[in-house]
C-alpha cells in the first residue's frame, strides 16, 4: 500500500476535494501536489470510486454469508462413501447439518443421514455433533428414532444413520384429524414418556416443538432431533454456560431460564412440553412473539402471564374442541398446562413423571395432583364422577370427611403404580448394551470419563430418591449394571445388593421385580467369576419367578437364560445344555416367529453345545441362528459375522483351519463393508482371521492381517490401549508358534508395557500378560526365569482376585510346570495340586488345564514315590480320556 | 465498563482478542455460535422473506443475548463484545471463503450436487478474500480505519457504537468510513 503518512495525506486532500465541484477536483489537487503527479492519480481515483456505487461494501454481510455458506456447504457428497445406504434426496437442512433420505441397497430399508457441515469451522461443531450421535446410540425407546450406524467421509465430515421417520408434526397431525381432547393428550402423554425416557438418562431435550415430534401414519410418536440435547452431568461445571449459550432456540417454545442463559435441567423440558400442550388445547401459542426482536420475546416470555388455555380455545379455530369438554374440565387442563410451564422452574411440575400422572387423572377423571389441596376441589370432583345425589349439605359433610381419607389411599396407590409403571418402562439391559457394547467401541478413554462422570452424578441423584424407594431400587439396579460393563465390579456390587434388598423389603419373592435383579446381579457375579454365589441367586430368581409368575414371564425367560450362562461359564455343559434348551422353549413362539431374544438364547445353547464338544449339534443350532438373524438384521448385518465367526471356531477347534478361514473371510467381509476397513469391529473379525491363519501355518498373511488389526486398532484407540494389546498378544502368539521366540518376548513385553500404562501395576490383566511372557522362557527352556515370572503373577493375583479366582489357578499349575521341569517335584507337586483344587472347583473336569495338572500331578508323584495319589490322577486322566 | 481502551497501535492479530477472550474454547464457541448465525442469516435471504430477514445487528446482538451471561463475556460491554463478534464473522466468512476457493480448484472425485436451485455468485468468495487482505494492509497504514470497517462492515455496529468504541466522533467515523471505503473498493476492482 503506502506508508501511514502517505495515507493520511491521500485522506486529508480527499476529504477536501470531495467538497469540491467534480470539474474542479484535478486542479485543487494539482496545485497542492506540486510535483507528485502520482498522488493527484490516486486520489482521484478514490474520487471515482467514492462516486460509483455498487462495491462490496455496499452490500450485506447476509447476502455475502449466502454466497460462501450456503452455496459452498451445499455438500457435495461423494456417494459411495455412505457404506451401504445410498442417498435419495434432501429431507431438510439447518444450522448444524443435512438430513438426507437414503435408501439401503441390500435391504431396500429407508433411513435419514445426517452429516455435519462446514466440520471444519471449529471442534465445537464437531463436538456437539458427535454428541448428538452419542445421545441417540443411548437412547432405546419406540418413540425415539434410533442410531444404525456412524462414521466420517474422507474429507473429515462426520455422518449418522438413523431411523427414517415419515410422519406429520404434532400440531398438524391433531389439526387435520381433529382430535379430541383425551384423544390430543393421549399422543401428549407418549411425547412425555419418551422426553421422560431422555430424562432418565440425563438427558435434556432442550429443542422440545411440535416440529420435532412427528406422528406416524398409524398414530405412533417419534421425538427428532437431540442436536441441541445436553447430558446432565455437566451443568454444574462453570463452561456449561457458555455451552448454555450455544443452544440456538426456538423462542416460541423456549423457558424463560433459556432466555437468560440460566440454568437449564429437565425443568425446561416441561417447560416446552407446556407450551405445547397449550397449543394442542387452544389451538394456539400462549404468546404471540413472530413480530418480537430476541429482547422483546424474552421480557414477554419471562413477564407476561398467559391467557388461559381454556380462554385461548374459545377464541380460537379451535373453539369446537373448547365446547367439546365441560367447565370443570378445562379448569384441570388449565392447572395441568399453566403448571408445567410454570415461569418459576421450581413451581412447575417437578418430574415429566408427574405430568404425565396428572394426564392419568385426568383422563381417569380423577383429582389432579397439581390442583390445590381444597375440600371442595375434592368434594366437587368426587360428585362429578359419581353423579352421587349429594346435594343436601349434611350429607356433604359426611361425605367430606370419608373422602379425604379415601382420596389420601386412592392417591397414594394410583401415584405407586405410576411410579412402578415407568420405572419398568425403562429398558435398561437394551440401554446399557447400546451404550457399551453397540457401535461405540470407537470412544476412547476420554469418553469412557465422561460416562463415568454421569454415572456418578446419577448415583447421587439416585441416593437422594429416598422417599421413593421403588425408583431407587429401579435407579440402583441401572446404575449397577452399568458400573459392571464399565469395570467397577465393586461399585456394581454395592448397587446391585442395595437395590435387591429395597426390592425385597417392596416387593414379594417371585415377582418381576426381585427376579429381575436376582438376575442382575447374579450376572455380576458371573463377571466376578464367582460362579457358585451366581448360580445360587440364578436359581433363587428362576424357582421364586416360576412358582409367582406365569409360566411365559419374561421375567423367568431372562432368570433362565442367566441359569443357562453361569452353568456355561462353570463349565459345567450337561446342565447348561438343559437349562438354556429351557430358555430356547420360553421365547419360541407357536409361528417359530424370530426375534432378539430367541436368537440369543439359541446362540447361547449353540455356544453351550461347542464347549461341550457337540460340534455339529453346534454347527446346526447355529446354522439357525444365523438364518434368523439374516431374516431379523438382513444378509451382511454385524449378527450375521459374530454367527459366521462362531462357525468358523467350531471348525478351527477340530482342526478344520481352512474351513474357519473361509467362516472367517466372510465375516470379515460383512464386518469391513459395514463398518469400513477402519473400524473396531473390522479389527476383531481381522484377529479372528489371523488365529486361523497362524494354525494353518500360514505365517505371512496371518501377520500380514494381524498386522492389519493392530494399525486399526493403534489409530482408534492409541498404542497404549488395552485393546491394542490383545492383537500384541495374537502376534505374541504367532511368534511363538513360528518359533520366533525374540519376537515373541518383545510382543509380550510390549504388552505388559501396555497393561502397566493402562491399568497401573496393579490390575490382575498383568498377570496374564507376564504370564505369557513367561511361557517364551518355558519354549526356552528358561525355567528360573518362568519360574520368577510365575511367582510374580501369583503375588499380584494374591493382592486382587479372590483366592479360588480361576486365573489363580492356572497360575499354579504353570508355576507347577515350570519347577517339574526343573525336578522340583515336592514344590511343583504342591502348586500343581494347588491349581488343581481351584481349577476343577470352578471349570469342567475336561478343561486342558486340569488335564495338564494331571499330568504333571501324575510324574511329580511318581518321581515322589507316593504311587496312590500318582493313581488316583492317572485314574481321572483315564476317566477325562474316555468322556471326550 | 469502557471500552476506550482499544489499542490502536498495532494490528489485530492476536494480543487484542486473546486478552479479552480468555482462552481458545471460548472463542471456538462464539465462532460457532457466529457460524450459526451467519447461516441463519443466509438462509433467510435465501427464502426471500422481508419478515424474516434478519440484518447483521440483529445477528451480533443475538449472539451478544446467547453468549452475554456466560463467564467469559460476563465482564465485557456489550460494545467491546460485538466487536470480537464482528472479528469472528469476519473470520468465519473468510475461512468459508477459502475453503470455498479451495474446492472450486481442487477436487475431482465424482461428486453430486443436491441442489440446483442454487445460483451462486461465483465472484463472492474471491472478493471476500481480496477485501481481507486489504483490510489487513489498511490494519498496517491505519489500525483505527480497519477496526472501523470490521466492525461497521461485518459486525453491522451503527455510526454512534462505532465513535464510542474507536473513541472518536461520528464525524469522524463518518470520514474514516468513507475514504477506506473508497480505497478498498478500488483494490477490489483492481483484483
Known amino acids: ?320 374442541l373448547a365446547r367439546s369438554v365441560g367447565a370443570t374440565s378445562w379448569a384441570d387442563l388449565d392447572v395441568l398446562c399453566l403448571k408445567a410451564m410454570h415461569k418459576d422452574p421450581q413451581r412447575r411440575y417437578r418430574t415429566v413423571e408427574a405430568l404425565i400422572r396428572d394426564i392419568d387423572h385426568f383422563l381417569a377423571g380423577e383429582p389432579l395432583e397439581a390442583r390445590p389441596d381444597t375440600l371442595r376441589y375434592r368434594v366437587g370432583k368426587f360428585v362429578r364422577r359419581n353423579r352421587a345425589p349429594v346435594s343436601a349439605a349434611a350429607l356433604v359433610f359426611a361425605v367430606v370427611v370419608g373422602l379425604v381419607v379415601f382420596y389420601t389411599v386412592r392417591l397414594t396407590r394410583a401415584r405407586n403404580a405410576a411410579l412402578a409403571e415407568a420405572a419398568r418402562a425403562q429398558n435398561i439391559q437394551r440401554f446399557t448394551m447400546s451404550l457399551f457394547e453397540g457401535g461405540d467401541r470407537e470412544v476412547g478413554p476420554a469418553d469412557s470419563l465422561h460416562v463415568v462422570t454421569l454415572i456418578d452424578r446419577g448415583l447421587q441423584e439416585a441416593k437422594s430418591l429416598d422417599g421413593e424407594p421403588a425408583v431407587q431400587a429401579e435407579l440402583y439396579e441401572t446404575l449397577g449394571s452399568i458400573y459392571e460393563k464399565l469395570g467397577n465390579l465393586a461399585r456394581a456390587d454395592t448397587l446391585l445388593r442395595s437395590a435387591l434388598d429395597r426390592r425385597r423389603t417392596l416387593f414379594s419373592p417371585g415377582s418381576p421385580e426381585v427376579t429381575g435383579n436376582l438376575v442382575a446381579l447374579g450376572m455380576l457375579r458371573v463377571s466376578q467369576a464367582k460362579f457358585e454365589e451366581a448360580e445360587r ?282 519347577l517339574l521341569r526343573q525336578n522340583r517335584y515336592a514344590e511343583a507337586a504342591a502348586e500343581s495340586l494347588a491349581g488343581y483344587v481351584i481349577v476343577s472347583k470352578q471349570a469342567s473336569p475336561t478343561v486342558s488345564f486340569l488335564r495338564a495338572a494331571r499330568r504333571d500331578l501324575v510324574i511329580a508323584y511318581d518321581s515322589l514315590r507316593q504311587p496312590d495319589k500318582a493313581a488316583r490322577f492317572r485314574a481321572e486322566l483315564a476317566d477325562t480320556a474316555a468322556k471326550q | 465498563m469502557a471500552p476506550r481502551n482499544i489499542p490502536t497501535t498495532h494490528g489485530l492479530e492476536g494480543g487484542e482478542l486473546g486478552a479479552i477472550v480468555a482462552d481458545r474454547r471460548t472463542l471456538d464457541h462464539l465462532f460457532s455460535v457466529t457460524y450459526e448465525e451467519l447461516r441463519r442469516l443466509a438462509s433467510s435471504v435465501r427464502r426471500d422473506d422481508p419478515g424474516v430477514s434478519l440484518s447483521p445487528t440483529a445477528l451480533v446482538n443475538e449472539a451478544w443475548l446467547k453468549l452475554a451471561s456466560s463467564p467469559p463475556f460476563a465482564l465485557t460491554s456489550r460494545l467491546h463484545f460485538k466487536r470480537i463478534a464482528a472479528r469472528a464473522m469476519r473470520q468465519v466468512l473468510i475461512e468459508a471463503a477459502r475453503r470455498r476457493n479451495a474446492g472450486k480448484r481442487g477436487g475431482g472425485a465424482p461428486l453430486v450436487t443436491f441442489d440446483d436451485a442454487l445460483e451462486q455468485k461465483p465472484s463472492d468468495s474471491e472478493d471476500l478474500l481480496t477485501l481481507d487482505a486489504a483490510l489487513e494492509q489498511l490494519a498496517q497504514v491505519n489500525p483505527r480505519q480497519a477496526i472501523m470497517v470490521e466492525s461497521r462492515f461485518f459486525g453491522g455496529l451503527d455510526v454512534a457504537e462505532t465513535a464510542e468504541l474507536l473513541g472518536v466522533s461520528e464525524a469522524t467515523v463518518l470520514r474514516d468510513w468513507r475514504a477506506a471505503r473508497a480505497w478498498l473498493s478500488r483494490e477490489l476492482r483492481a483484483s
Open chain 1, 537 to 818: 441367586l440364578m436359581r433363587e430368581a428362576l424357582d421364586n419367578g416360576k412358582r409367582r409368575l406365569p409360566p411365559g414371564h419374561p421375567a423367568v425367560a431372562q432368570a433362565t437364560f442367566g441359569l443357562g450362562l453361569v452353568l456355561q461359564e462353570r463349565g459345567d455343559y450337561d446342565h447348561a445344555i438343559q437349562v438354556s434348551q429351557d430358555a430356547v422353549r420360553l421365547y419360541s413362539t407357536p409361528e417359530e416367529a424370530p426375534t432378539h431374544e430367541l436368537a440369543a438364547s439359541l446362540g447361547q445353547l449353540a455356544d453351550d453345545h461347542f464347549y461341550a464338544g457337540h460340534y455339529q449339534i453346534s454347527d446346526s443350532i447355529n446354522q439357525r441362528v444365523l438364518a434368523m438373524n439374516r431374516q431379523l438384521y438382513g444378509e451382511r448385518h454385524p449378527r450375521v459375522a459374530d454367527v459366521l465367526i462362531n462357525l468358523g471356531a467350531s471348525q478351527f477347534d477340530r482342526g478344520h483351519y481352512d474351513v474357519a478361514e473361509r467362516y472367517d473371510r466372510q465375516a470379515l467381509s460383512i464386518l469391513e463393508s459395514f463398518y469400513g476397513d477402519n473400524r473396531a469391529q473390522t479389527a476383531d473379525g481381522l484377529t479372528q482371521l489371523g488365529r486361523a491363519l497362524v494354525f494353518e501355518k500360514k505365517f505371512d498373511e496371518a501377520i500380514v492381517v494381524l498386522g492389519k488389526a493392530l494399525a486399526i486398532r493403534e489409530r482408534i484407540f492409541g498404542p497404549m490401549h488395552p485393546t491394542v494389546a490383545s492383537t500384541v498378544n495374537e502376534l505374541g502368539n504367532t511368534a511363538v508358534a513360528q518359533g520366533n521366540l525374540d519376537a515373541a518376548e518383545g510382543y509380550f513385553r510390549r504388552m505388559v508395557d501396555i497393561y502397566k500404562t493402562a491399568y497401573g501395576a496393579k490390575h490382575y490383566l498383568n498377570g496374564i500378560a507376564l504370564s505369557n511372557l513367561a511361557s517364551v522362557f518355558v519354549e526356552r527352556k528358561q525355567y528360573p526365569r518362568a519360574e520368577q515370572l510365575y511367582r510374580e503373577v501369583l503375588k499380584l493375583y494374591a493382592e486382587l482376585l479372590p483366592a479360588d479366582h480361576l486365573n489363580t489357578g492356572i497360575a499354579h499349575i504353570k508355576l507347577g510346570r515350570a
Open chain 1, 1 to 320: 500500500m503506502m506508508d501511514p503518512g502517505r495515507w493520511d495525506r491521500v485522506q486529508a486532500l480527499f476529504h477536501r476535494a470531495t467538497d469540491l465541484q467534480a470539474a474542479e477536483r484535478r486542479r485543487f489537487l494539482e496545485s497542492e501536489c506540486g510535483p507528485d503527479a502520482g498522488l493527484v492519480e490516486e486520489v482521484l481515483a478514490l474520487l471515482a470510486e467514492d462516486a460509483r456505487g455498487g462495491s462490496l461494501l455496499d452490500r450485506d454481510v447476509a447476502h455475502l454469508a449466502r454466497g460462501v455458506l450456503e452455496g459452498a456447504a451445499q455438500p457435495s457428497i461423494p456417494t459411495e462413501e455412505f457404506g451401504p445406504y445410498r442417498i435419495v434426496r434432501v429431507l431438510g437442512q439447518g444450522g448444524m447439518g443435512v438430513v438426507y433420505l437414503a435408501r439401503r441397497d441390500d435391504l431396500g430399508s429407508l433411513a435419514a443421514i445426517k452429516i455435519l457441515r462446514d466440520a471444519w469451522l471449529s471442534p465445537t461443531r464437531r463436538d456437539r455433533f458427535a454428541s448428538e450421535q452419542r445421545t441417540l446410540a443411548q437412547l432405546n425407546h419406540p418413540a425415539i428414532a434410533p442410531l444404525y450406524d456412524a462414521d466420517i467421509l474422507p474429507d473429515g465430515t462426520p455422518w449418522f444413520v438413523m431411523e427414517y421417520v415419515d410422519g406429520a408434526p404434532l400440531t398438524e397431525y391433531c389439526r387435520r384429524r381433529a382430535s379430541s381432547i383425551p384423544g390430543r393428550l393421549r399422543l401428549f402423554r407418549s411425547v412425555c414418556e419418551a422426553v421422560q425416557h431422555a430424562h432418565r438418562h440425563a438427558i435434556i431435550h432442550r429443542d422440545l416443538k411440535p416440529s420435532n415430534i412427528l406422528v406416524k401414519a398409524d398414530g405412533t410418536i417419534k421425538l427428532l432431533d437431540f442436536g441441541i440435547a445436553k447430558q446432565l452431568e455437566s451443568l454444574d461445571l462453570p463452561a456449561d454456560q457458555t455451552q448454555t449459550g450455544l443452544r440456538l432456540l426456538t423462542p416460541a417454545y423456549a423457558a424463560p431460564e433459556q432466555f437468560r442463559a440460566g440454568r437449564v435441567g429437565t425443568h425446561t423440558d416441561i417447560y416446552s412440553l407446556g407450551v405445547i400442550l397449550y397449543e394442542l388445547l387452544a389451538g394456539r401459542l400462549p404468546f404471540d412473539l413472530s413480530h418480537r426482536t430476541p429482547a422483546e420475546a424474552e421480557m414477554v416470555v419471562a413477564e407476561q402471564e398467559p391467557e388461559k388455555p381454556s380462554v385461548a380455545a374459545r377464541n380460537t379455530d379451535a373453539s369446537e
